[in-house]
């Protein structure tokens, strides 16, 4: 009996021992952080988008050997879509082909194929900037339509309800205070019910007049700068993980843009211990983050 106690003590530990070695590279030192190739331009409802992004395991090094995949949801149909994402190139670099099948807003996050943020209610990912598709958008119910109908059926119940009491008084039957008490139930309910509002997008939807502030806010999405920097800007993106930062909070960058250019175009240039990894970003993205930073600092 000691012997099978012993062998089940040695297995469990075992199992113990190698959801420990599972994990640990996966958590130790902070969160898998995404950072998108380039941020999409040009989406059309109906058309392929392929989209690359890398992972970095603590937001420094390369992660191979998962499976990320692209969720978004429509802002105002709520209609979702998921697209898988295989590895492609580099190390670490992966690539999904995601077909949006409307116009319009929509929201997404990528799953690193781990618990990362749970973002606009979605399942768990990293929250990217919201997508504007052009194409024919959803038909959805709109207030104003959900108030006729609601108007409608409020109208023939309070007819339905007068007519039951109309007949209560002159036959005094059971079926006629069935009547009556139906409408009045019917009537409290349609006059309860509200119009149906579409949701609002959590972020400006990008279009060519976008605004370099604007990009860079959805830059900093995009890059993976909100995984391990606070800003005011990101405060509802930040609540499922807000606790976890590794650099500074940027809600107001205290350096000079021209600082702020090196460090984004090197940083190991700037502070060579810094973990920080290189995002190879271009200088039109510099500039926009640049700007984007520099608006409250």
Known sequence: MKHITALRIIALLAIIGVATLTVTPLWAGGRAVITLDALPAGVVAGEPLTIGFVVRQHGLTPLKGITPS?????AESGEKVTAPASPEGADGHYVATLTLPS???WQWVINDGFVTADAFGLPGGQPMPDLFVLGESPVIPSASTNFNVTGIISVASILGAAFGLLMLIRTRRLWAAGVLLASVIVAGLSFAMPGQAAPAASTP????D???EETGRALFLAKGCVMCHAHTEFNDVRQTFGDFRVGPDLSAAPNTAEYLRKWLSDPQSVKPTTEMPDLNLSE???EALVAFLKTNG
């Open 103 to 105: 116009g319009g807003v």
């Open 210 to 212: 976008t605004s370099p």
């Open 205 to 208: 939807a990008l279009s060519s």
């Open 284 to 286: 039109a993205e510099i």
């Open 70 to 74: 692209i969720i978004a949801r429509h």
